[in-house]
Structure formats: C-alpha cells, structure tokens
C-alpha cells in the first residue's frame, strides 16, 4: 500500500519516518524545504501539491494544525480529493473541531473515498517513536483495510465511533484533561520555586505518587532543566487545541471550569513566549513570584 503524509513537522515526520521503517513508499509534502529535505534523507519522495501525493499513494495522513488547513489541503487548488483514486483513504490525524470534521465528512459524501478520523496523542516522542495512541472513527471494514497504515505509526488504536467527528469529540475531550493537568503542574513547580524546594525533590516525589504520570513527569524534567524551547511540543498546539476543548463545551452547554484556567494559563505562555514549548507556561508564573525552579535548587531572580 503506498502511503502519503501532508505536513512534515514534529509530527508528520514522526509518522513519515516509522511508515518507511515498515517498509511503506511514502509521498510527502511540506511549505517548509528544510522540513522536505530531511524527509527525502529519510527515504522519502516529496511531492509539490497535495494533488501530487494523491496520485502517488492509496491512504494520506494528513498532519496540518488546523481546520482551515485541512480544508485547503483537500478542497483546494491542486487539492487532495480528486487526485487521490476511489477506495483510497484520508487519514485526518490533524486536531480540529468535531463540527468542522463532520463538514469534511459531508463534502466527501460521494467521492468514493474513505475518510478516517483520527487525532493522535503522544507529542513529540510518541510520533517519532511510532507509539502515539490513535482515536479512530471510521466504519470497521475500512478501519480493518487501513489497520497495518495505521499500526506502523501508532502502539494503541482505539475505535472511538464510525462517524467523521467521533474521534475529534474524543481528543476534545482528552485534551481538557492534559490542559488541566499541565497547568497544576506549572503552579505547583512555582509554588515549590517560592518555598526553595529543589526540583529534584519534587520529580522524585510527584512521579512515584499518585499523580505520577506521563504528562506531570514530563513537563517537570523540561522545567527543572529549563528547556522551554525547542522539545517538540510548541505551545501553539496545546493552545489551539484547548480553544477546541472550549468550543466544544460551549457547543453543548457543558460548563468547563478546570480547562477554562487551564486556557488563560496557555494565552499568557503564549502570548509572552510565543517561540516556546507547552512549559514555557511556568516562566510566566516564575517572573511574577521572583523564583525559578532547577533541577538541584530553587533560583531567586
């Protein structure tokens, strides 16, 4: 089965690069020449439009930031649908809105294409490593067709529902999770800041206690190493998918308190750092206390 990836970021090329480890051809496009190089290093054959990567594979991932994106990516001039043969498939592993994947869903109605819709989660590590965790919406019959396109990227997929949007309203979901959790985690490495706790002390004991996990552990080694630019996680992501989690919410009447703070916390990283990382977040928080946390003290500024 040959094999296309539209956007070759941190993540599309995560996904390039463990579709070729398995053996798959693999047709990629990217604005960014650097990024396209690094890809044709790789194996890769670059492609100059999305049309292009769709006469040349059977599934496409397709791995921009947002709906507007994807949009242009299929609809457009020179776009994907058309070029890519019926019976094949797009794999939307971008994060957008449900609404805007059920529209997409829709306007394929009759294209004799299959869509599959399904976010990823994992970050950085995960699509390089080929273990993200795929939320799948698509019919059996083509999730069974697509499963080894699918398994070369990712270590656990789920089948979250057979429509387009299902898989959407799951990271949705999932993401009003990691927002809360990421930015407790930045209050609490501030709080230990102030008090001249080391960050040392306070991975060891956070990530054997029962709020240990992949996400709290994570951001904390970033903090305590100051390493807010560059990891692979760049704050617009999480911040764009939070304003997602919201729209969602406000969608369905669900009041969401916890990811609504967790929102602010992003635009104020954002809006200060807009070239950092997810933890860049703490700094803000550090600036208005007059410490920062290090890996074996706690730094006055």
Excluded at 160 to 167: A, C, I, K, Q, S
Aim: with cysteine.
């Amino acid at each position: 089965m040959r094999t296309g990836v539209i956007g070759l970021g941190d993540m599309g090329s995560g996904l390039a690069k463990n579709l070729l480890a398995n053996g798959f051809a693999v047709t990629g496009l990217d604005l960014s020449p650097a990024r396209v190089s690094s890809f044709e290093a790789m194996g890769g054959t670059a492609a100059a439009t999305p049309a292009d990567v769709g006469r040349a594979s059977d599934a496409v991932f397709v791995m921009v930031m947002n709906g507007g994106q994807v949009n242009d990516v299929l609809f457009g001039e020179s776009g994907l649908v058309g070029a890519l043969e019926p019976g094949g498939a797009i794999i939307l592993s971008a994060t957008i809105k449900p609404r805007e994947a059920r529209e997409i869903g829709a306007a394929l109605e009759g294209s004799g294409l299959h869509m599959i819709d399904t976010p990823v989660s994992g970050g950085f590590p995960g699509a390089q490593g080929g273990t993200l965790t795929m939320m799948a919406a698509a019919p059996d019959e083509v999730l069974d067709r697509f499963a080894p396109v699918m398994e070369a990227v990712s270590a656990n997929i789920h089948r979250v529902g057979t429509r387009p949007g299902d898989g959407q309203t799951v990271k949705a979901c999932l993401q009003s999770l990691i927002g809360a959790q990421f930015s407790a985690t930045f209050e609490a490495a501030a709080l230990a800041a102030k008090a001249g706790v080391p960050g040392q002390v306070i991975l060891d004991v956070f990530s054997t206690s029962s709020a240990g996990c992949g996400v709290v552990n994570n951001a904390l080694e970033k903090i305590i190493d100051r390493q807010f630019e560059g990891t692979g996680s760049h704050i617009n992501t999480m911040h764009k998918d939070l304003t997602i989690s919201m729209s969602l919410g406000e969608e369905l009447g669900v009041p969401l308190h916890t990811a609504a703070a967790a929102m602010q916390v992003f635009h104020a990283g954002k809006t200060k750092y807009p070239n950092g990382d997810n933890w860049v977040c703490t700094r803000v928080i550090e600036e208005i206390i007059g410490a920062e946390l290090h890996r074996k003290t706690a730094v006055s500024r």
